[in-house]
């Protein structure tokens, strides 16, 4: 837990499984967060991490 969020991690070089999972979603950038299994946030994007993290 980070900021008080829960969360699991699936890294796509351990777990090469996930990259179809990713590519089925329609999804091509990493990292990814779902909630309630769909994308919240796909790509790099601090700054919807933030507001996020403050909710």
């Known amino acids: 837990m980070e900021n008080n969020i829960e969360f699991g991690e699936h890294n796509i070089s ?7 999972y990713l590519k089925e979603k329609g999804l091509r ?15 790099f994007r601090p700054d919807l991490l933030k507001k996020l993290a403050v909710q």
């Open 14 to 20: 351990n777990h090469p499984e996930y990259i179809d």
């Open 29 to 43: 950038t990493v990292p990814v967060l779902e909630q309630d299994n769909a994308p919240i946030i796909n790509g």
